[in-house]
C-alpha cells in the first residue's frame, strides 16, 4: 500500500518504520526543517512542506495513496488535512492522531476521519483492560462506520462458561471477533467453549448504552447493587 503520513515527529517516524517494515510505501510530510530527520527513516520519501496545502498534498501523491495518517501535534491541522484527503482526493482510508480528548467529538465522518487514534484514551483503556475482569473496556473507534471494539474478561461466575460460543444469543450487529486464551488469539468456530478468564474482543455499534448493557447481561452476573436497583424499580 501506499501511505501518506503528514507529521514527521516522533509519533509519526514511529509510525512510517513500522509500515515500512511490512512492505509499504511512506511518505512523510512535515514543515518544520527540525523535523526532516531522513537518516532516521531512510526508506521513506521526505516532503519539506505544510500538509494543510492542497497543492502539497497533490505533490506529495495524495491521489495514489490508499491511506492518509494525520499524525501532527496539532488537532486543527490533523482536522484539515484529514477533511481535504477525503474530500479532495478521495483517499480511501483516513487515519487521525487526537491530542486533546476534548476535540475528540469533532473528529468523525464529517470531518474525513474513517479512524481515530488517541493516545491517552489507549493508554487509559489499556490500563483498565489489564486491570478490568467482568467490564467492558473500550479499545477504539471506528469513527467512519460508529462501531467500537471492546475487550472483556470473563469472570469465573459467568453464566457463558461452558458454552459454545455459537450458542450465545448476542444483540443484533454484534460480532464476538476473537478469544484471547493463554497468551494466544484462538480461530474462532461456533463451536469454542468459553472458559473463566478468556479475553473477548467485541464489536459493538455505538448507538446507546442499551446494547452495552444487553452484552453485559449475557456474559456477567450483576453485582448486588445492580440486583437491588432492578426489585426497587419493580
Same mark, same amino acid.
Given at each position: 500500500?501506499?501511505?501518506?503520513?503528514?507529521?514527521?515527529?516522533? #509519533?509519526? +517516524?514511529?509510525?512510517? @518504520? =513500522?509500515?515500512? &517494515?511490512?512492505?509499504?510505501?511512506? !511518505?512523510?510530510? $512535515?514543515? /518544520?526543517?527540525?523535523?526532516?530527520?531522513?537518516?532516521?527513516?531512510?526508506?521513506?520519501?521526505?516532503?519539506?512542506?505544510?500538509?494543510?496545502?492542497?497543492? #502539497?498534498? +497533490?505533490?506529495?501523491? @495524495? =491521489?495514489?495513496? &490508499?491511506?492518509?495518517?494525520?499524525? !501532527?501535534?496539532? $488537532?486543527? /491541522?490533523?482536522?484539515?488535512?484529514?477533511?481535504?484527503?477525503?474530500?479532495?482526493?478521495?483517499?480511501?482510508?483516513?487515519?487521525?492522531?487526537?491530542?486533546?480528548?476534548?476535540?475528540?467529538?469533532?473528529?468523525?465522518?464529517?470531518?474525513?476521519?474513517?479512524?481515530?487514534?488517541?493516545?491517552?484514551?489507549?493508554?487509559?483503556?489499556?490500563?483498565?483492560?489489564?486491570?478490568?475482569?467482568?467490564?467492558?473496556?473500550?479499545?477504539?473507534?471506528?469513527?467512519?462506520?460508529?462501531?467500537?471494539?471492546?475487550?472483556?474478561?470473563?469472570?469465573?461466575?459467568?453464566?457463558?462458561?461452558?458454552?459454545?460460543?455459537?450458542?450465545?444469543?448476542?444483540?443484533?450487529?454484534?460480532?464476538?471477533?476473537?478469544?484471547?486464551?493463554?497468551?494466544?488469539?484462538?480461530?474462532?468456530?461456533?463451536?469454542?467453549?468459553?472458559?473463566?478468564?478468556?479475553?473477548?474482543?467485541?464489536?459493538?455499534?455505538?448507538?446507546?448504552?442499551?446494547?452495552?448493557?444487553?452484552?453485559?447481561?449475557?456474559?456477567?452476573?450483576?453485582?448486588?447493587?445492580?440486583?437491588?436497583?432492578?426489585?426497587?424499580?419493580?
Amino acid at each position: 500500500m501506499r501511505i501518506v503520513i503528514a507529521g514527521a515527529g516522533s #509519533v509519526g +517516524r514511529t509510525v512510517a @518504520l =513500522e509500515l515500512i &517494515d511490512r512492505g509499504h510505501e511512506v !511518505t512523510l510530510i $512535515d514543515n /518544520a526543517p527540525d523535523q526532516i530527520r531522513v537518516a532516521s527513516v531512510a526508506d521513506a520519501d521526505w516532503v519539506l512542506a505544510d500538509a494543510c496545502s492542497p497543492d #502539497v498534498l +497533490r505533490e506529495s501523491g @495524495l =491521489e495514489q495513496a &490508499d491511506v492518509l495518517v494525520a499524525a !501532527t501535534g496539532d $488537532d486543527k /491541522a490533523n482536522l484539515v488535512i484529514s477533511l481535504l484527503a477525503k474530500t479532495e482526493f478521495a483517499v480511501p482510508r483516513v487515519v487521525a492522531r487526537l491530542n486533546n480528548p476534548k476535540n475528540e467529538w469533532l473528529f468523525d465522518g464529517a470531518w474525513g476521519v474513517d479512524v481515530l487514534v488517541s493516545t491517552p484514551k489507549i493508554m487509559t483503556a489499556l490500563v483498565e483492560e489489564a486491570i478490568s475482569v467482568g467490564s467492558l473496556v473500550r479499545l477504539f473507534t471506528f469513527t467512519a462506520a460508529n462501531v467500537a471494539m471492546y475487550a472483556l474478561v470473563l469472570p469465573e461466575n459467568s453464566p457463558t462458561i461452558g458454552k459454545r460460543v455459537g450458542d450465545i444469543d448476542f444483540p443484533q450487529h454484534v460480532v464476538l471477533s476473537a478469544i484471547l486464551r493463554n497468551d494466544y488469539p484462538l480461530s474462532l468456530g461456533s463451536d469454542d467453549v468459553l472458559e473463566a478468564g478468556d479475553e473477548l474482543l467485541l464489536l459493538l455499534p455505538e448507538t446507546g448504552q442499551e446494547v452495552r448493557e444487553h452484552v453485559m447481561s449475557l456474559l456477567t452476573v450483576p453485582s448486588l447493587s445492580d440486583s437491588e436497583d432492578s426489585s426497587e424499580s419493580e
